[in-house]
């Protein structure tokens, strides 16, 4: 039998299945989705088994044999292993990128050398000098060797090598590492036991309670637990097992990363009217077992949760199973706390603050089909379930859903097709959709649920704008507006919390007036134009227009243009100086790098240990405290001028999600924006919460522009060492674009990347805009395939992104 293998080499040469053969000793374990270990030239690597079949297009003879298994069970499903084929295609990336990202961490493989003696050979021929280093043993770990061994131990290493004293051997190993832990259990019947206790003398005492133990619970338990409960010693386990009376061994255990945490069962709630309306059509997509994607537009606090909770128990009660995404930023304590509430011990978490080995043990959990729901970030939509009855993509509009490394796929794309796998929905939910979601409900590709009010008409926040160029006119140079210092203090009189929000991307990148709010912008693309520090110059990254940073304000000639720069360290320092008693808590990068600081810092909060939450991005989502009546925003348009065609969908998304921390519950709430451009549209539409007017004038700017989703995007981006081979490679894929693709598709470039240089690569870059190009993927494989032989030889380097969200 043969096996059709991706193999572990991502490259244009080995991005094709190989076949190899099945030895008989493992003609029944290798089946579809088995990793396994194979030669590959002079290597070995892992493979994944793609099929099995009885022939081949080459020379049986000449196939090699499949050397080892590294799986029993499969960990790829059927379904698993046609969708990597559909990603793989719909990114153009390898196959084996595909299959790996599929898989948690810890199974990737890990390739490490081993030294060993030729067989038959001994000690006695090793240099006296290596001989301590191997400590008698045969075989060792080459790079624990290299660690210890000094220049000339290596030498003479590498020597012996040659001359065939040792040997190097090529070993493929996992990362997965397994829990294991020594349990106990009874080694007589229950009645057994009982005797025995009747033959125990009375001041045995240890021993009796721990036999008593046994009587009660018969099942396995780790001896340390035991050792805790029952109140005895390890001594006295020892002698019982001794007498034949207990057993231990070894078992395995997955690690549970909320072990010791309760979760109080929560009852589903009455639904408002609202909830009501939108869980109806799901109910019934869930019930008939259709595929139909909704879009749930809702308020922030409207209780789109609720629903997601709610649309689960209707699939657990048909027996499937769900898949929740939620953006690593808010898969906060609260979020996770909601769903293990409801779900318990159904629930599987997948985040990147668990351990490589919680992580595996979470996904086993679902492979092994110990859980019916998985809540994790972007990955986990490549869940192994195999009976899928939802899947839901929580705050859809999340740029983290796409994945900015090969394989470049996005997880609403991925959620869409395996739902119409399955058979079942997808909800996609949000209050400030993605403007390609909204617009394809609109068209009814996706169907639109809304719900326009906060559960138990709690009032949508009060949005105040500040004009920091008022500010400034009246002589307030600090960075809080006189209303924001006056709201603040308020707060702390009414005991009242407050949050901080400091938007930190784009900074540095624009320049502005901080007389008039004027920002460069290039005179062809209404884009701003990016900084350039190394040549000093102001730059559009989309058309290559280029000008000299001025000194004076174009619009209003006053002198106070200024680069953007404040971290929260800043504002924490001010904040102190105007209100010296006020208690912060700041949570940015810098103090949420140790594990467990995020969820300490909110518990903090939450318990009233900070008058001021003081935070950028990570705070932005996701927070339910009850307390929160005022929300201050401090550069609000700092991401408006990022070179990006977004930065107003962004922009507005983003202010609609940290205004909808205030005022959740009893407590009204107030929202204070400050900004250099107050009357711009994505502001002015966050003081209204009124997304679709906002969504309509920015469909026009799309539309005049030709951006999507009125067209689709895909960008080649190439980098070099060498500058001017990085620009003539990219003119000649822009010519051959050109010529090979249809009148109405646009090309755009060779343009300066708006980071041309990276770890001293220059990149370049050139744009496809297309609405219907039926050549797109075949095209733009012909270009990876055209240049494989030079990327493979030069430092050239050359991928696409076939939907970019980055756009630098
Ligand atoms: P969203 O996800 O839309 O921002 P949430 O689901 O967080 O909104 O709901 C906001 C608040 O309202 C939460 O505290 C939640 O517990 C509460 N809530 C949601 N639905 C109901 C309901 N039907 N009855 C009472 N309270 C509800
Ligand atoms: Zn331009």
Redesign the pocket.
């Known amino acids: 039998m043969i096996a059709k293998i991706i193999v572990d080499v991502a490259a244009n040469q080995t991005d094709r299945q190989f076949d190899y053969l099945i030895p008989p000793r493992f003609q029944d374990s290798v089946v579809p989705g088995i990793r396994v270990i194979v030669p590959f030239g002079p290597r070995k690597v892992q493979g994944f088994v793609m099929g099995v079949s009885e022939t081949s297009g080459y020379n049986i003879k000449k196939l090699k044999e499949i050397e080892d298994l590294v799986d029993v069970e499969p960990p790829l499903t059927r379904e698993l292993l046609s969708l990597s084929e559909w990603v793989r295609d719909d990114t153009l990336s390898f196959h084996i990128s595909v299959l790996k990202v599929m898989l948690p961490a810890a199974m990737r493989a890990k390739y490490r050398k081993e030294v060993m003696l030729p067989e038959g050979s001994s000690f006695g021929n090793l240099p006296a000098e290596l001989k301590p280093l191997f400590q008698n043993e045969a075989i060792r770990d080459m790079d624990e060797l290299l660690k210890k061994m000094s220049p000339e131990e290596t030498k003479l290493l590498l020597k012996s090598v040659k001359q065939g004293i040792l040997q190097l051997q090529p070993v493929v190993g996992t990362q997965e590492t397994r829990k294991k832990l020594i349990v106990v259990k009874p080694a007589l019947s229950k009645e057994k036991l009982k005797d025995y206790l009747t033959t125990l003398s009375a001041n045995a005492k240890k021993q009796r309670e721990l036999i008593q133990h046994f009587i009660e619970h018969s099942e396995e338990i780790p001896v340390v637990e035991l050792i805790e409960k029952s109140g005895t010693s390890r001594s006295t386990v020892k002698s019982l097992t001794e007498k034949g009376v207990l057993k231990q061994e070894e078992a395995e255990f997955l690690r549970d990363p909320y072990e010791g945490r309760e979760f109080h069962t929560t009852e589903a709630?009455?639904?408002?009217e609202e909830?009501y309306q939108v869980i109806r059509p799901v109910h019934e997509a869930v019930t008939e077992g259709r595929h139909e994607t909704f879009l749930l537009h809702?308020v922030?606090?409207?209780?789109?949760?609720?629903v997601y909770l709610q649309s689960i128990e209707r699939v657990l009660s048909m027996g499937k199973e769900a898949i929740v995404l939620v953006p690593e930023i808010s898969l906060t304590p609260q979020m996770v706390t909601r769903f293990k509430e409801r779900f318990g011990s159904e629930v599987a978490v997948l985040h990147s603050a668990l351990s490589k080995g919680e992580k595996y043990d979470e996904w086993r959990r679902i492979r092994k089909k110990e859980v019916k729901v998985a809540v994790g970030a972007r990955s986990a939509i490549f869940a192994p379930f195999e009976n899928l009855g939802m899947i839901i993509i929580d705050e859809e509009h999340e740029t983290s859903y796409k994945q900015e490394e090969a394989p470049r796929y996005h997880a609403r794309e991925v959620a869409i097709t395996r739902g119409r796998f399955y058979n079942c929905p997808v909800i996609l939910g949000s209050a400030t959709p993605a403007l390609e979601s909204y617009a394809r409900a609109k068209k009814g590709v996706y169907h639109l649920l809304t719900m326009e009010r906060r559960?138990?008409d709690v009032k949508l926040p009060a949005v105040k704008i500040t004009d920091m160029r008022q500010e400034l006119r009246e002589g307030n140079r600090s960075m809080f507006s006189n209303a924001l210092i006056d709201g603040i203090k308020e707060r702390l009189d009414r005991n009242e919390q407050i949050v901080l929000f400091l938007n930190r991307r784009g900074y540095s990148t624009f320049i502005m007036c901080r007389d008039c709010g004027y920002v460069a912008e290039c005179p062809h693309c209404d884009i701003s134009l990016t900084y350039h520090r190394t040549t000093q110059s102001l730059q559009c990254h989309y058309c290559g227009h280029t000008e000299t940073i001025p000194t004076r304000c174009p619009e209003c000639e006053g002198g106070s243009i200024r680069f953007f720069g404040s971290g929260t360290q800043k504002v924490e320092e001010e904040l102190r100086k105007v209100l010296p008693e006020i208690r912060i808590i700041r949570m940015d990068v810098d103090t949420t790098r140790k594990k467990g600081s995020h969820e300490r810092l909110l518990s903090d909060f939450g318990a009233g240990k900070g008058d001021v939450l003081l935070g950028t991005q990570m705070i932005a989502k996701g927070l339910?405290f009850p307390n929160i009546t005022l929300v201050g925003v401090l550069a609000a348009d700092s991401m408006l001028h990022l070179p990006d065609f977004r930065s107003s969908e962004r922009t507005f998304q983003l202010l609609t999600q940290v205004s909808?921390r205030a005022g959740?519950h009893e407590k009204p709430g107030e929202v204070i924006i400050q900004t250099y451009t107050p009357e711009h549209y994505s502001i002015q539409n966050v003081v209204l919460h009124d997304y679709v007017t906002f969504f309509n004038r920015e469909m026009g700017v799309r539309k005049q522009a030709g951006y999507p989703p009125y067209y689709y995007l895909a960008i080649i981006h190439v980098s070099d060492t060498d500058l001017n081979n990085a620009v003539k490679v990219t003119e000649k894929i822009s010519k051959f674009l050109q010529s090979s693709f249809s009148e109405n598709t646009l090309i755009y470039g060779p343009v300066a990347s708006a980071i041309p240089r990276i770890k001293d690569r220059y990149r370049y870059q050139c744009m496809v805009k297309y609405k219907v190009e039926p050549k797109l993927t075949s095209v733009l494989q012909e270009i990876l395939k055209t240049y494989q032989g030079e990327m493979s030889k030069s430092e050239l380097s050359i991928f696409i992104d076939t939907n970019p969200y980055m756009m630098f």
Do not use: F
């Open positions: 709630l009455p639904l408002t909830q809702g922030t606090g409207s209780g789109k949760t609720e559960v138990k339910d909808g959740r």
